[in-house]
């Protein structure tokens, strides 16, 4: 079988996909495998505020997105 100039990605992805696919767990195998850390990042879940710029652009931003789609209904009810 000829397997043009990519072949050896396509043997890998074979290989692998015959060995059960390519999403399988493998164990760790590192020094640092038996160590948990007991220190766990909080998740800062407060609203961002945004400054007074930021909302002036994100509403011209929906205005001109709200007025195409006006403008795009308004000419095809045209039609």
């Known amino acids: 079988m000829f397997i043009p100039h990519g072949g050896k990605i ?3 992805i074979l290989f692998s996909l015959s060995n059960g696919g390519l999403m399988q ?3 760790v195998k590192s020094a640092d495998a038996g160590k948990v850390s007991s220190v766990k990042p909080e998740i800062d879940s407060s609203p961002k ?3 007074l710029r930021e909302q002036i652009v994100s ?3 929906l205005a001109v997105v ?3 789609i006006f403008m795009a209904l308004w000419f095809f009810e045209k039609l």
Request: hydrophobic share 40%; glycine share 14%.
């Open 10 to 12: 396509a043997v890998v």
């Open 25 to 27: 767990n493998h164990p």
């Open 49 to 51: 505020t945004y400054t």
């Open 59 to 61: 509403g011209l931003k």
């Open 66 to 68: 709200a007025g195409i």
